[in-house]
């Protein structure tokens, strides 16, 4: 007989041992807070019912520890990432047609765009951290820094929890998609407390301040490798379809020079073998990065 809500929790993680850290997250966060709300409400409309039997009660109607466990593992089937890479026929199919194919491959462009706008969301997510730091640090000496401070914690955690919904929804990574439980029935100090000295608070805050010089390499190296692919593909309708010469020729030395019109169709295979390998470094970059939002983003909980 399971005797408190701790112990329930440890033996819900045990049967989740080996899913994705993201589902053992939202599973213990979801069963704690239905515990908890329910025990305390049939606490107070029985308060001559014993603990013991309060949490059993509410047990039975929750379920026990495997019988959730095998409810979100059947949830976490059907409903995987949009952008999950699954294995398909295509996977057999020759190096050529793989190889041009990602082109038809939605996690590719999911990635790349997600190297595209990870310059914004570095700069958003640097400046509201650097920000919320200097702001927490000069109000200290007052007592309502401390409620400012505690604020900017949860709000990082929020952060990190936009970010996963844009790491899942673009590179195809399971991603937490609820916040860890915070009990209300403790007092304010012991939750600031607890938000304090949480390691997954801090984690999510480095993670915001890397993002920047992180979003920052990645787009400029997709937008170097795209602008120079699409120069390259266009350069025979510009130069022999369109007699551009100003756009199409460069000066060197004060001279100016123009490719050959023949060699423009051979820049232009080449600007299409560029912008095909772009996407396939794209996903494989994506990959990482849905590793490092994962082992940054995701609580390591111990019940």
């Known amino acids: 007989m399971i005797k408190s809500i701790k112990e329930y929790l440890h033996q819900l ?3 989740l041992v080996n899913n994705d850290p993201a589902i053992i997250q939202d599973a213990l966060s979801d069963a704690e807070e239905h515990l908890r709300d329910a025990y305390n409400n049939a606490l107070v409309v029985y308060p001559n019912m014993s603990e013991e039997e309060a949490l059993a009660q509410v047990i039975e109607k929750y ?4 019988e959730v466990a095998s409810a979100y593992r059947e949830i976490e089937v059907r409903t995987p990432p949009a952008l999950a890479r699954r294995k398909t026929y295509t996977e057999k199919r020759s190096s050529f047609a793989r190889f041009f194919g990602v082109y038809a491959d939605s996690s590719a462009w999911g990635a790349l765009l997600y190297m595209i706008i990870s310059l914004g969301t570095g700069v958003a997510y640097f ?3 650097v920000t919320g730091l200097s702001l927490s640090a000069g109000l200290m000496v007052l007592i ?5 401070f505690g ?5 990082v955690r929020g952060l990190a929890l936009i970010e996963g919904r844009i790491v899942e929804g673009l590179l195809g990574v399971r991603m937490p998609t609820r916040p860890r439980f915070s009990d209300k029935t403790l007092g304010w100090w012991d939750r600031f407390k ?3 000295t949480d390691g997954y608070t801090w984690s999510a805050m480095i993670y915001m301040l890397i993002h920047l010089p992180i979003g920052v390499f990645y787009f400029s190296l997709f937008i170097s490798l795209i602008a120079t692919s699409l120069w390259a593909i266009l350069l025979p309708i510009f130069q022999v379809g369109l007699s551009w010469d100003r756009i199409t020729s460069f000066t060197i ?6 490719f050959p019109d023949w060699f423009t169709f051979v820049l232009a295979i080449a600007g299409l073998l560029l912008l095909t390998t772009t996407l396939h470094l794209a996903k494989t970059i994506g990959r990482w990065q849905g590793g490092l939002a994962k082992s940054m983003l995701v609580r390591k909980d111990t019940y």
């Open 253 to 258: 030395g004060g001279t100016s020079y123009q």
């Open 151 to 155: 604020l900017f914690l949860l709000s």
């Open 144 to 148: 309502v820094g401390i409620f400012v």
């Open 127 to 129: 400046t509201w951290t």
């Open 194 to 196: 607890n938000l304090f």
């Open 13 to 15: 993680k045990n049967q």
């Open 63 to 66: 379920g026990t520890p495997d």
